[in-house]
């Protein structure tokens, strides 16, 4: 895009006010001008690269006839100076605050055409990295799949796609760097969630670079394990696969960050760019398949203490959480009791040791025991009493242990229901 070719009818809506509060946010100087005429702003800028000032005049009179002409000029002045493309000068002036998240795919085209499938395939994917990346703004995960869907919602609700380019196939997200909305269910935007639109870029930002480390590190050493700390960055099974599938089968892929200048970053980074080829689908797949591991279900033997007991009333199932000393890397589980509840109560009490040997499942950030095989408590003389094992005879009590996918998915969620506003304007879950 050229401002000096922009035609009259995408300039005659742009006040000289909002020009104006851009050139101010960039450093321009307002210096003279004509009353009721025209405004001089000086642009000084490093002077290592501007060896004299850029002067632009803002017309102030929209009602003359040369004023479209005029604007032109100014945001063409503008364009010299501003770190950023002519069509996203134009939309921080209507839209101030947003970063510029370009997706460039290298794909084989003719006339920067791309197969439509493999187009379909990189907004999808590129789509779910910027679904992923929100949620985990608002909460490190394995993986999300339906969890943290409101943060997704109101992400998406605020992001504009800017023009594709000429050239090869680019997607531009345009994202916001203020405070996200939060809607009730009524649609009324009263409050705030808390998470910007800048520490969801960041978190794309953090995410993908650490993917990216852990993928050549397993290229050339070969070990899945690399994957295994990139949760704490934002890595999730979520972004892993809207990765894949926005790479495809294409030479590679290449995400782009332009920092809005008038929110700066620590450092003064103004751009950001992270490049997955073709070579790394290898390593994104085992990314996925080990964070998935992760989390299958596996037999497992723990000790720790009961910090926490919680049932409606004493004839209820229970559930204790149990903090762990040994056995597994998690800090907590917790398992659904029936009448072993009260056995549990008076080591909650003492402080005592428990062990418990069976099948241990993580749902998101909670690690559950779905079957129990063996109960047992220990005092402080070091006495062992079997609650639950194959001696004790007690097949009910063991059953009221077993918890399904289903229980533990409730069990996670204090509301106990479902929001009905799981999917998005395209119909699409998030």
């Given at each position: 895009?050229?401002?000096?070719?922009?035609?009259?009818?995408?300039?005659?809506?742009?006040?000289?006010?909002?020009?104006?509060?851009?050139?101010?946010?960039?450093?321009?100087?307002?210096?003279?001008?004509?009353?009721?005429?025209?405004?001089?702003?000086?642009?000084?800028?490093?002077?290592?690269?501007?060896?004299?000032?850029?002067?632009?005049?803002?017309?102030?009179?929209?009602?003359?006839?040369?004023?479209?002409?005029?604007?032109?000029?100014?945001?063409?002045?503008?364009?010299?100076?501003?770190?950023?493309?002519?069509?996203?000068?134009?939309?921080?002036?209507?839209?101030?605050?947003?970063?510029?998240?370009?997706?460039?795919?290298?794909?084989?085209?003719?006339?920067?055409?791309?197969?439509?499938?493999?187009?379909?395939?990189?907004?999808?994917?590129?789509?779910?990295?910027?679904?992923?990346?929100?949620?985990?703004?608002?909460?490190?995960?394995?993986?999300?799949?339906?969890?943290?869907?409101?943060?997704?919602?109101?992400?998406?609700?605020?992001?504009?796609?800017?023009?594709?380019?000429?050239?090869?196939?680019?997607?531009?997200?345009?994202?916001?760097?203020?405070?996200?909305?939060?809607?009730?269910?009524?649609?009324?935007?009263?409050?705030?969630?808390?998470?910007?639109?800048?520490?969801?870029?960041?978190?794309?930002?953090?995410?993908?670079?650490?993917?990216?480390?852990?993928?050549?590190?397993?290229?050339?050493?070969?070990?899945?394990?690399?994957?295994?700390?990139?949760?704490?960055?934002?890595?999730?099974?979520?972004?892993?696969?809207?990765?894949?599938?926005?790479?495809?089968?294409?030479?590679?892929?290449?995400?782009?960050?332009?920092?809005?200048?008038?929110?700066?970053?620590?450092?003064?980074?103004?751009?950001?760019?992270?490049?997955?080829?073709?070579?790394?689908?290898?390593?994104?797949?085992?990314?996925?398949?080990?964070?998935?591991?992760?989390?299958?279900?596996?037999?497992?033997?723990?000790?720790?203490?009961?910090?926490?007991?919680?049932?409606?009333?004493?004839?209820?199932?229970?559930?204790?959480?149990?903090?762990?000393?040994?056995?597994?890397?998690?800090?907590?589980?917790?398992?659904?009791?029936?009448?072993?509840?009260?056995?549990?109560?008076?080591?909650?009490?003492?402080?005592?040791?428990?062990?418990?040997?069976?099948?241990?499942?993580?749902?998101?950030?909670?690690?559950?025991?779905?079957?129990?095989?063996?109960l047992a408590l220990f005092d402080s003389r070091g006495d062992v009493r079997v609650v639950i094992g194959p001696d004790t005879g007690e097949e009910s009590d063991r059953a009221a242990a077993q918890i399904s996918t289903a229980e533990i998915e409730r069990q996670g969620d204090p509301d106990g229901d479902e929001d009905s506003e799981n999917e998005d304007a395209t119909g699409e879950d998030v």
């Amino acid at each position: 895009m050229d401002f000096l070719t922009i035609p009259d009818r995408d300039l005659q809506g742009i006040g000289p006010q909002e020009v104006e509060a851009l050139l101010q946010s960039i450093g321009w100087q307002q210096q003279g001008g004509v009353p009721g005429i025209s405004r001089q702003w000086v642009y000084s800028g490093d002077e290592s690269h501007h060896a004299r000032s850029v002067v632009a005049v803002v017309p102030l009179d929209a009602t003359f006839d040369d004023y479209t002409r005029r604007i032109r000029e100014v945001l063409d002045k503008i364009s010299k100076v501003y770190p950023r493309r002519p069509e996203s000068i134009l939309l921080e002036i209507e839209l101030p605050g947003s970063d510029e998240i370009e997706n460039r795919k290298y794909s084989p085209s003719i006339s920067g055409s791309i197969a439509w499938r493999a187009a379909e395939r990189q907004i999808v994917g590129f789509r779910k990295a910027l679904v992923a990346s929100a949620k985990a703004a608002e909460d490190r995960q394995r993986q999300f799949a339906r969890s943290h869907r409101k943060i997704a919602q109101e992400y998406l609700g605020q992001l504009r796609m800017g023009q594709t380019r000429p050239g090869s196939f680019i997607i531009t997200a345009l994202s916001p760097t203020g405070v996200l909305p939060a809607a009730d269910r009524g649609g009324v935007y009263d409050a705030h969630l808390g998470i910007t639109g800048r520490e969801v870029v960041e978190t794309l930002t953090s995410s993908l670079n650490t993917l990216h480390i852990a993928a050549d590190e397993y290229l050339n050493e070969d070990r899945e394990e690399v994957f295994d700390d990139t949760i704490a960055d934002g890595v999730s099974i979520d972004l892993i696969k809207g990765m894949i599938e926005n790479l495809g089968t294409a030479e590679g892929t290449e995400i782009s960050i332009d920092w809005n200048p008038r929110v700066p970053r620590e450092g003064g980074v103004k751009s950001t760019t992270v490049v997955f080829e073709s070579k790394h689908v290898t390593a994104l797949k085992t990314a996925q398949s080990r964070l998935q591991k992760l989390s299958a279900p596996r037999s497992v033997t723990i000790i720790g203490n009961v910090i926490n007991l919680d049932r409606k009333s004493p004839r209820d199932p229970g559930v204790i959480t149990v903090d762990v000393i040994d056995g597994v890397d998690a800090a907590t589980v917790k398992i659904r009791l029936g009448s072993e509840y009260n056995d549990t109560i008076d080591s909650h009490k003492s402080g005592d040791l428990i062990r418990i040997d069976g099948i241990l499942r993580q749902e998101n950030t909670q690690h559950w025991f779905t079957a129990v095989n063996e109960l047992a408590l220990f005092d402080s003389r070091g006495d062992v009493r079997v609650v639950i094992g194959p001696d004790t005879g007690e097949e009910s009590d063991r059953a009221a242990a077993q918890i399904s996918t289903a229980e533990i998915e409730r069990q996670g969620d204090p509301d106990g229901d479902e929001d009905s506003e799981n999917e998005d304007a395209t119909g699409e879950d998030v």
